[in-house]
């Protein structure tokens, strides 16, 4: 009895073991990180395409002054690109569309006309 107890409690152990990893897969979104330049005037590359429900993040560095960037409709505040730093910025594209942002710091007499806006595509995923 007491054998019989020990074994299934093996069983149990191992069975749980076997489906943690597939719990853990599931709730953590799938990260993209995008490496992109700010400079006068433009985003470097301009356009990034993710998948609604993907973890993006944007790995920004400036290498010339500072820029800024405020990624709003995914609730996040404005943020500064300092030359020769990388700022960071996170969020979950939980909605399909095109979202546009252009550089949030004043950078120069282009930043108002001429500044190249950071397209970011979010797709439905594809079953
Ligand atoms: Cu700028």
Redesign the pocket.
């Known amino acids: 009895m007491k054998r019989l107890l020990v074994v299934s409690a093996i069983l149990v152990v191992a069975m749980l073991a076997f489906a943690l990893p597939v719990f853990t897969q599931t709730e953590t979104p799938e990260a993209k990180v995008f490496e992109i330049t700010a400079k006068k ?1 433009a985003f470097e590359p301009s356009q990034i395409t993710v998948n609604k429900g993907d973890k993006v993040v944007l790995k920004i560095k400036s290498e010339d002054t500072t ?2 960037i405020e990624i709003s409709n995914f609730g996040q505040k404005r943020q500064l690109i300092e030359k020769d730093k990388v700022t960071t910025v996170e969020f979950v594209a939980d909605k399909v569309g095109i979202f546009e942002y252009r ?1 949030k ?1 004043f ?1 120069g007499f282009g ?1 108002i006309f001429s ?1 190249e806006k950071l397209k970011i595509e979010i797709k439905e995923k594809a079953a």
């Open positions: 005037y820029h800024g550089c710091k950078c930043h500044f």
